[in-house]
């Protein structure tokens, strides 16, 4: 499934490799804006405490609506169109949160982060674009070290919020949304610089039906593995800031675990891709899973607030392995022309079932509890180890063959 005739110069995937990475950076602090006070905004402006979490699952619902049309406008008119659009729609999160929060408006609040959901979803594509040019046995590392970016973002979105939610009284996280907006404008900027093959005439022809590449086994298992991965971590990061503050904890502590959570997702991408070379996708999405498992159970052990920082430090590592593992799969699917297609769809259908996760978590939440929504996270890691484990199986006959 290699395309020799793409294959980048080195220095072109070098500077690839480190704009994206720095995009990642900036990108990655519009959600951990969004996460860290979508709940706290919800609760404040909207007109039933059940509606708290809604913005959150707004964004998520951006993310999945966008994400077919930014492939398509990756697809003829190049992945660099596609990001500068996305991080239009990224000034424009920020901007309309900031006038929703200082006019009162819930539903101009969500639409904001509607918006945050479209620039999400170009951001997805961040990883899939590192691979591009590159010689198939490096893009998983390629695809790691972009996503290696978002370390930074665990540093930078939650003290962004903790520095800024306050300096605009008495409109707490206004200047917040503010910055997010010019830290958008600025990721806008190095993305001018990102050099990718221009779409080819049989990249426009599209390949094989989707149809029969969604049957593979391979895909199905990636796109479980990938969805259940990002549905959790979406369903357990949204409820966990309102849950510790009903717990008695502060908003700067829900802010700590947040940017533990965050670095935590992206740090282990320095060496999850040599990881994903070394044993296989589907062995390291396994490890994913089974960590977010293991966040789930620690935080069914207490609510102190180092319980809810090891669940999130945990579910981010969980993250990590799981997504990066379940990306990696995907890309053994797709031949070249087919990759914005085939990529387009495996986010869409991850980022609609997380959707689900997401609107849930809230409702879970307020009329259970948070116990319930951490034993709720079992069955699906359940399914995902299943349909990997019956992946890796019919694939070990073909290598013996």
Known sequence: ????????????????????????????????????????????????????????????????????????????????????????????????????????????????????????????????????????????????????????????????????????????????????????AASAVILLGVRLPAPTAAELAGGRPLAVIARQPRFVAAVISGAVSYMLMNFLMTAAPLAMRLCGHSQESANLGLQWHVIAMYAPSFFTGGLITRFGAGRVATVGLLLTGLSAAVGLGGIDV?????????LGLGWNFGFLGASALVLECHRPEEKTRVQSLNDFIVFGLMAIGSFSSGGILSAYGWDTVLWASFPPLALSVVALALAMRKRAPARAG
Not at 117 to 136: C, H, I, K, T
Not at 307 to 314: A, D, E, K, R
Request: positive net charge.
């Open 1 to 184: 499934m290699s395309d020799s005739s793409s294959i980048l110069p080195e220095n072109v995937q070098r500077g690839n490799i480190w704009r994206l990475s720095i995009a990642q950076a900036l990108a990655g602090a519009n959600s951990v804006v969004v996460f860290a006070t979508g709940a706290i905004v919800g609760n404040t402006l909207a007109p039933s405490p059940m509606l708290a979490t809604l913005p959150i699952s707004i964004f998520v619902v951006g993310m999945a609506a966008c994400i077919l049309p930014a492939g398509k406008i990756a697809r003829h008119h190049g992945r660099r169109a596609a990001f500068l659009a996305g991080t239009a729609a990224g000034v424009l999160t920020g901007l309309l949160a900031m006038l929703a929060v200082i006019i009162g408006s819930f539903w101009l609040f969500c639409l904001g982060t509607f918006l945050g959901g479209g620039y999400a979803a170009v951001v997805l594509s961040f990883r899939f674009a590192a691979a591009d040019g590159v010689e198939p046995k490096r893009r998983a590392r390629a695809l790691s070290l972009v996503m290696a970016g978002g370390v930074a973002a665990g540093v930078v979105g939650p003290q962004l919020v903790t520095w800024t939610m306050d300096l605009w009284p008495p409109y707490m996280f206004a200047a917040t949304f503010l910055v997010q907006a010019a830290v958008a």
């Open 306 to 314: 180092m319980h809810f920082w090891w669940t999130l430090i945990l």
